[in-house]
């Protein structure tokens, strides 16, 4: 299978064919899920350790069922009690944990950057759950899998994301990725909510809705990171809301058969409303969801693959 990597700690560092194999994988994974027996012995024998420096709903369960239903044994650090409380360095948390022998390290860190430090320290397979504003790399390949599946096809679709760009490292994630699949990518959003650099993602930019949503094949709202500003960058949410909030009036200027997605956790009311939020026609979010797992897994199970691989050329140290 055409997956080279030792880590996943972006979709930058994946070919076009590197990200069509694990989506190709993830959907074996998919029908694995829907049955009534979800689980292999594709990781017997090996440790998987969650580490979550950042709170966690969605990204940290599905790592944490995905390791389980391919048979790891894993192990889900609480870092809120961890040494790092006490001062210990993330460098030195790197090396603890590589004395116990993991096989596979999930990462999630508030500080862009961190996750990267970890992989050069440590002798397994890590992969980023989420590194600040830089890049998480699942997120993206869940939100592709469920737009191949929605759509049938993966390229040349009109894409809207719309929202905190600034502060959204799934919208870098789906940028990077959505461009190396041939996409046409339109970020929509108050000028305060763009990233300075957004010339250098060759995408086109609006600030209205109506505008940004015309004939669009999907639609990916995002969440308004209240957490990570510190100024301010809208009026007030029930102002965002009227002017980007998703609703029925703006969704009609998209095509008829366009979808809606959503990261999660979704702030109803402010990025999008809730009749569109639970449209059985229109949005694929519990999509994301169920895709998600089935994502990890794959994941996993190259990352994997290439460890034991790696492992097997290596001269047995006497």
């Not at 070919?15 to 899920?33: K, M, S």
């Not at 979800?38 to 420096?53: A, E, R, V």
């Not at 599946?149 to 959505?178: E, F, P, T, W, Y």
């Amino acid at each position: 299978m055409a997956f080279r990597q030792k880590h996943l700690l972006g979709i930058e560092h994946l070919r076009p064919e590197e990200i069509t194999t694990l989506l190709d994988l993830a959907d074996q994974y998919v029908d694995l899920n829907r049955q009534d027996m979800k689980h292999t012995d594709t990781l017997h024998g090996l440790t998987q350790i969650n580490m979550f420096f950042e709170n966690s709903t969605r990204t940290q369960a599905s790592f944490e069922i995905a390791g389980k239903r391919l048979g790891a044994d894993v192990m889900n650090m609480a870092m809120q009690a961890s040494s790092i409380k006490k001062g210990e360095t993330l460098i030195d948390t790197a090396l603890t944990l590589n004395a116990m022998h993991p096989d596979l390290l999930v990462v999630r860190h508030p500080h862009s950057g961190a996750v990267d430090l970890l992989a050069q320290k440590v002798n397994c397979a890590v992969l980023n759950a989420g590194d600040g504003k830089h890049e998480h790399p699942t997120q993206a390949l869940l939100d592709a899998l469920t737009i191949r599946r929605a759509k049938g096809r993966l390229h040349r679709l009109n894409i809207a994301i719309c929202g905190d760009v600034s502060h959204s490292r799934v919208a870098r994630s789906n940028l990077i990725l959505l461009g190396k699949m041939e996409n046409r990518v339109r970020l929509v959003g108050p000028a305060t909510l763009m990233p300075s650099q957004i010339g250098e993602f060759g995408v086109e930019v609006y600030e209205d809705m109506e505008e940004g949503l015309k004939d669009v094949d999907v639609v990916m709202m995002l969440r308004l990171q209240r957490e990570r500003m510190d100024g301010g960058f809208i009026p007030s949410e029930r102002e965002y809301y009227h002017r980007y909030g998703l609703d029925a009036d703006k969704l009609s200027f998209a095509k008829d058969d366009a979808i809606v997605m959503h990261p999660g956790p979704m702030n109803r009311g402010v990025e999008i409303d809730g009749d569109i939020a639970d449209d059985i026609n229109r949005s694929v979010i519990q999509d994301q969801v169920e895709m998600g797992v089935a994502v990890r897994m794959a994941a996993m199970d190259l990352l994997a693959r290439n460890l034991r691989a790696e492992r097997a050329n290596k001269p047995v140290e006497v």
